[in-house]
């Protein structure tokens, strides 16, 4: 029988300290864990040969500095459609339970990703992308079901294992997106006479994550236990049923705190504060993992580190790598002696220095090559950026302890989840379009997207110093 949440108002830390944390349910939370990889496997894998495939569709023309703005574009198209059904597909699914959704947002995924490597016009990219956002409210879903799983004395416990996925996704993605591209001419021996992978050379790398999707849609299928308690059928939802009388008299019996909450209900203050600086996070997060593989492609005279999507793949997974180890090591206990506060504030602060290391690496590079130097600030970069995936655990915390009730849990999720795609729809393509605005004008040294990135990661601070102290409260 998998972990029920406690009923009863969540415990305060000193009471916390008198009661043995519950046993977490490993079988369904792992599920979840593998369920949540697929998301960043899915986004990160294009990551290291977008600008190349950009450049081969022609339309940018031969102007190199206006691959940023199209790659932009193409990242920002998913999180824009997400933006539009993530609160839709939330709110569904407090009422006809969380498996459905998840098992339609893997199916989405699968086909999408299967699309993007068949396409050979930009639009045909901005397609796919755009189904994958569109049928994609697994993450709120996912971290809903992970909150009604646990109780208050280990919830902290569970949230720590989701950087730890997301890290792994975002270690296989770069490995296979920047390994596989192009395999008739990486791999001659096996795929040199494949008429079919000359022809679409992009397709074998999004056709892995794609298939994992699949592979992920039969074990939720099989495996995965449904954690909302009174769950309409979808067919009734839908009204392709019609709903027994008998059935109709116990939903009018379901305690109003077991029942969704509307929409308006769900606009407190500790529910805004929390989706606030979610989506400041996720903003300051998705522009830097935007602008750091536009960056490592641009030659060296153009304001970048003139790298290859391998060499791109191989720092990224390398991130991946380590996010994984520190998280497993460290992130228990830097939140057990912090609290979700004071470590959200470290992770954001952290992102001051990685968007400052990134004129002084093009600065090394263009006075020493590639030398030692250039190396050593790309890897300060690489570490201090791990420690922005502490804020990821601490504010889902923060936004399990606003929701109102555990039945509204989707509902709260979902409408941080769109604030958060909303934010991710912006940042990549405002971001990458100013990089090129700034190398192409040349405004402050070509360094003009470094500063407003940093005023911004100063503007989330403040707005950080305004979470509770205690999440509970």
């Not at 492609?297 to 790598?321: A, C």
């Not at 979902?414 to 090129?436: C, D, H, K, Y």
């Amino acid at each position: 029988m998998t972990n029920q949440p406690d009923e009863e108002t969540p415990l305060l830390p000193q009471q916390q300290a008198k009661k043995k944390p519950t046993p977490l349910p490993w079988f369904q939370l792992s599920i979840l864990l593998c369920l949540h990889l697929a998301s960043p496997f899915v986004s990160q894998v294009i990551y290291p040969f977008a600008p190349e495939l950009i450049r081969s569709l022609g339309i940018t023309n031969g102007d190199r500095k206006k691959v940023g703005f199209y790659v932009g574009m193409m990242q920002s198209i998913f999180y824009i459609a997400q933006a539009l059904t993530m609160l839709h597909w939330s709110r569904i699914s407090d009422r006809v339970g969380r498996k459905p959704i998840i098992l339609a947002g893997l199916a989405g995924l699968s086909l999408s990703m299967y699309c993007f490597g068949l396409s050979t016009t930009f639009w045909g990219l901005v397609i796919s992308r755009s189904l994958s956002g569109a049928l994609n409210g697994n993450l709120s879903v996912i971290k809903s079901m992970m909150t009604e799983l646990t109780d208050s004395t280990n919830i902290a416990r569970a949230y720590t294992y989701i950087p730890i996925a997301s890290s792994t996704g975002s270690t296989l993605g770069p490995i296979i997106g920047g390994s596989l591209s192009r395999p008739a001419e990486q791999f001659p021996i096996l795929f040199g006479n494949n008429e079919f992978l000359k022809k679409y050379p992009y397709f074998l790398p999004c056709a892995v994550p794609a298939t994992y999707a699949v592979v992920a849609w039969l074990v939720t299928f099989a495996f995965l236990k449904e954690t909302v308690k009174h769950p309409v059928p979808v067919l009734q939802y839908f009204g392709l049923r019609k709903q027994p009388e008998t059935q109709t008299t116990e939903r009018q019996n379901i305690p109003d705190d077991e029942k969704p909450l509307p929409l308006r209900s769900l606009l407190t203050r500790k529910v805004i504060l929390a989706a606030g600086n979610y989506a400041s996070l996720s903003l300051i997060d998705i522009a830097y993992r935007a602008v750091q593989p536009v960056f490592f492609s641009t030659p060296i005279e153009d304001g970048g580190l003139s790298l290859s999507p391998l060499q791109i793949g191989k720092i990224m997974s390398t991130y991946g790598v380590l996010n994984g180890i520190f998280q497993i090591c460290f992130f228990a206990r830097i939140h057990d002696r912090w609290g979700s506060k004071k470590t959200f504030i470290v992770g954001v602060a952290a992102m001051l220095p990685v968007f400052g290391a990134f004129p002084v690496i093009n600065y090394l590079a263009r006075v020493n090559g590639y030398g030692l130097s250039v190396w050593i600030v790309v890897g300060l970069q690489v570490l201090l950026s791990i420690l922005v995936s502490m804020s990821y655990g601490a504010v889902f915390i923060f936004i399990a302890g606003a929701s109102p009730n555990r039945a509204s849990l989707g509902a709260t999720n979902g409408l941080s989840q769109t604030t958060v795609s909303v934010m991710r729809a912006i940042g990549p393509a405002t971001a990458n379009s100013l990089f090129s605005l700034s190398i192409d004008k040349g405004y402050m040294g070509g360094n003009l997207v470094y500063y407003v990135l940093m005023s911004i990661v100063v503007a989330s601070l403040y707005f950080a110093s305004l979470l509770p102290s205690n999440v509970w409260e």
